[in-house]
């Protein structure tokens, strides 16, 4: 699976968007793009993934750049209880691999 | 969606002693489940591959007489912690893949502390 690469942290204002990048420029053509997230002494929920196409559900909207290289995952109005680790993991649809879990992103919404 | 449960969601065990972690896919089939590990401030790490009737495959570095793992049945795997020590304490956490489906969903996560 490629390697992603994200900001260690980011803070972001309760109500307002968070916009979390994501690196992944060894992605191969069947990779989808997979966002993770953990709240802190919980197993990782999942939120979105995608291919090539912007992709939106009731969680978050993930932006996918047209070369595939780099993503954006955005929560559109950010509360207290999304502060968590968001984890990028870039796996081929499907496949019985296990996920592989990078350092991720720590997202604190701030009052 | 699809829901994966493990019990206990807390353990605390003496040193020495074993301790059996399930892990159950509530509303799937999953052929494959996983088991991490994870320690304060860091990602989860895998620990082994458990499949359905057969032996699990464990990551270098893993000590399977130490960490048992049974996946007897589709929808149930187990991990015992075997002659558990302080250095065992971590946050245990399964996941499972939907063999209908392809994806992969997490349990919330057993909090071992072995005093």
């Known amino acids: 699976d490629a390697k992603t690469t994200q900001p260690p942290s980011m803070d972001c204002a309760e109500g307002r968007a968070a916009n979390l990048p994501c690196n992944h420029s060894?992605?191969?053509?069947?990779?989808?793009v997979y966002w993770y997230r953990q709240i802190h002494s919980q197993g990782p929920q999942y939120i979105i993934h995608g291919l090539k196409n912007n992709e939106t559900n009731e969680m978050a909207s993930l932006i996918i750049t047209e070369d595939r290289k780099s993503s954006t995952l955005i929560l559109p109005h950010a509360t207290l209880r999304d502060t968590a680790v968001y984890y990028c993991?870039?796996?081929?649809?499907?496949?019985?691999?296990?996920?592989?879990f990078g350092s991720g992103t720590q997202l604190t919404v701030l009052p | 969606g699809a829901v994966v449960s493990q019990h206990p969601s807390r353990v605390i065990c003496k040193s020495g002693t074993s301790v059996k972690i399930e892990c159950r896919s509530l509303d799937f089939q999953a052929t494959t489940m996983f088991w991490y590990r994870q320690f304060p401030k860091q990602s989860l790490m895998l620990m082994a591959t458990s499949n359905e009737g057969s032996k699990a495959t464990y990551e270098q570095g893993v000590e399977k007489d130490k960490f048992l793992i049974n996946h007897a049945s589709l929808t149930l795997s187990t991990l015992t912690v075997t002659s558990a020590h302080p250095e065992d304490s971590s946050f245990y956490i399964c996941?499972?893949?939907?063999?209908?489906?392809?994806?992969?969903?997490f349990g919330p996560g057993t909090r071992l502390t072995v005093t």
């Open positions: 993991i870039v796996r081929v649809s499907g496949s019985a691999r296990q996920l592989t």
């Open positions: 060894t992605i191969s053509g069947n990779e989808y």
């Open positions: 996941s499972a893949i939907d063999r209908g489906q392809g994806e992969q969903y």
